[in-house]
């Protein structure tokens, strides 16, 4: 079962917490805003996705199981 | 009144020959004021009973409905052309009773056809905001317009009047509670989770998604919201069936469309067109051009710019659009002169996207204000030699990163635009103003306050959501 890790652009603050946390998937914009890479993720890199996710002072970094993509 | 409603089973033939190809929804359109509801009554009929016969009957009415709307390939009309079968049945098979909300709020600027159909006809976009509730087993119908059409909201609370004295007769009898709510006048207003929010109490602005509505919207509960075209489609499809509504149109996009044609013709205004039709036809149909065009948006300000010599022979329909970068959207269209600058123009457009951000999004927020100077820069003509690459860099660094599409509807605008007026770009990068900016303004851009932003979210650090 593979994770995915996501942003809520509307809580997120660009704190860049993420960046630090996970360089794996998330780069910064020139805003400092996080740019997320969506492919899945797994193992060590799914455990810093989570430990990542749990710092975000906004709670504005995802992290979800696969599921069928949404209509947007 | 005595005729018995048309039924959806399919043993009796729709009565299509009786009807002219079009006009359709504006058949019978008053030239004054709106279309009371026994004149709506005695020309298209009542509409079919969906409610009311039991469980059993109900269910299967309500389906054979939807499934009318899936064969006559209805998309939605509010701008993203989604297949409104598909939404109606995620709302029907989500769990919990529904809502149904019909968007007229039509925040974009030059389009009027949804506050056309509610000042005219409102019977019609009720009918099908109701046969969509029964449909989808909701009890509530909320009709949401702008503040500023105080004239839809008018004519909406005098239909919903006539409705209540008639239900007595037994000739209207719907069980959907129906309101009319009124949203502030902003570009984002109209999108679907900002109509939610603001319903919810909430600034009208979008929400991140998911849940998606048709999961959890308006108070949690399922929520179908259709704009209010897309709901007299359905009225007259619950009517005449899918075969009828598929003798007009594009395979791909059957039936016809409300266009608000605007710029130099002569009779600007809102016209029922066939998908697939040409533009030249409905340019026609609007008494010609009244001076030499540039070019034309296509799909309003989130939509793309053609240069003039591309019109000739262009369909409307989004099959034919699509080689342009375009597409019909909520049926905007807008003629630019020849006297105007498009410079100018795409300067001034950029400064009010950005104004109308909700600022919600950081990448939003400063990508369309950072997009917006490096194009005022070129108009001015004092932009570096790398102000085209810094703008494509903006763009695909904007584009998907906002709760909404409003970053990526006001990249595809503007970079058609400067796509289209190659070379006029080019000239004012190196000369800067030419005579035609100081033309009058073309391109309709009202200024729309957005509402101040709340007080700052304290982040939570108490407590653990894990």
Same mark, same amino acid.
């Given at each position: #079962? ?24 998330? $780069? ?10 969506? $492919? ?9 996705? #989570? ?6 002072? $906004? ?14 | ?9 399919? =043993? ?74 598909? @939404? ?19 925040? !974009?600027?030059?389009?009027? @056809? ?24 909701? =009890? ?64 009208? @602005? ?33 009517? +005449? ?33 066939? +998908? ?7 340019? !026609? ?83 369309? =204000? ?21 703008? =494509? ?33 080019? !000239?004012?990068?190196? +000369? ?16 729309? !306050? ?17």
């Amino acid at each position: #079962m593979s994770h995915r890790v996501s942003v809520n652009p509307i809580t997120c603050e660009a704190h860049g917490m993420c960046a630090e946390m996970l360089p794996e998937r998330v $780069t910064l914009d020139e805003w400092g805003y996080p740019i997320v890479d969506e $492919t899945p993720v797994s193992g060590a890199v799914l455990a810093h996705a #989570m430990r990542a996710a749990r710092a975000c002072p $906004t709670f504005a970094l995802l992290v979800e199981r696969e599921r069928a993509p949404s209509r947007r | 009144m005595s005729a018995s409603p048309p039924t959806l089973s399919g =043993d009796r033939s729709p009565s299509h020959e009786a009807t002219p190809a079009l006009p359709r929804l504006l058949a019978g359109i008053p030239s004054d004021g709106a279309m009371g509801l026994g004149e709506h009554l005695a020309l298209h009929g009542p509409p079919p009973l969906i409610r009311g016969r039991g469980r059993r009957q109900d269910q299967e009415r309500a389906e054979r409905l939807i499934a009318e709307i899936d064969r006559a390939g209805l998309l939605g009309r509010g701008g993203a052309a989604f297949p409104t079968a598909t @939404k109606m049945r995620a709302v029907a098979g989500s769990r919990g009773r529904a809502i149904v909300i019909a968007n007229a709020v039509e925040a !974009e600027p030059a389009s009027f @056809k949804d506050r056309t159909l509610l000042e005219t006809l409102p019977h019609l976009v009720l009918d099908g905001g109701l046969l969509a509730a029964e449909a989808v087993g909701a =009890d509530e119908l909320i009709v949401c317009v702008s503040e500023s059409a105080r004239a839809s909201a008018q004519s909406l609370r005098t239909a919903l009047g006539e409705r209540a004295t008639r239900a007595h007769d037994g000739a209207v009898e719907r069980s959907p509670r129906v309101r009319v709510e009124t949203l502030p006048d902003h570009y984002v207003a109209g999108q679907e989770t900002a109509v939610i929010n603001h319903l919810g109490g909430g600034p009208a @602005k979008p929400l991140f998604t998911p849940p998606m509505p048709f999961e959890r919207g308006l108070r949690r509960r399922p929520t179908l919201v259709n704009n209010a075209e897309t709901l007299a489609h359905i009225a007259l499809i619950a009517r +005449h069936g899918a075969p009828w509504f598929r003798q007009l149109g594009t395979p791909t996009q059957p039936g016809s469309a409300l266009v608000t044609l605007s710029g130099p013709v002569a009779y600007p205004g809102v016209y029922e067109v066939e +998908h697939g039709a040409s533009l030249a036809s409905l340019i !026609e149909a609007a008494g010609g051009t009244t001076a030499v065009l540039r070019g034309a948006l296509l799909g309003g300000y989130a939509g793309a710019f053609i240069g003039a010599e591309r019109l000739r022979g262009l369909g409307l329909s989004n099959e034919h659009l699509a080689a342009h970068g375009a597409s019909l959207g909520a049926g905007v269209i807008l003629l630019l002169s020849d006297s105007a600058c498009p410079v100018a123009e795409t300067a001034r457009l950029a400064r009010w996207l950005s104004d109308q951000s909700a600022r919600q999004c950081g990448p939003c927020l400063h990508g369309l =204000d950072a997009l917006a100077t490096s194009i005022e820069q070129i108009a001015e003509g004092r932009a570096g030699a790398r102000a085209t690459q810094r703008i =494509d860099r903006l763009g695909s660094m904007v584009v998907r990163r906002g709760a909404c599409r409003h970053p990526d509807g006001s990249v595809n605008v503007l970079l058609s635009a400067m796509d289209t007026f190659r070379a006029e770009f080019a !000239e004012h990068a190196r +000369h800067g103003p030419c005579e035609r900016c100081a033309s009058p303004e073309e391109l309709p851009l009202p200024r729309r !306050e957005i509402a101040p932003d709340p007080p700052p979210r304290r982040p939570s650090l108490l407590g653990s959501r894990s």
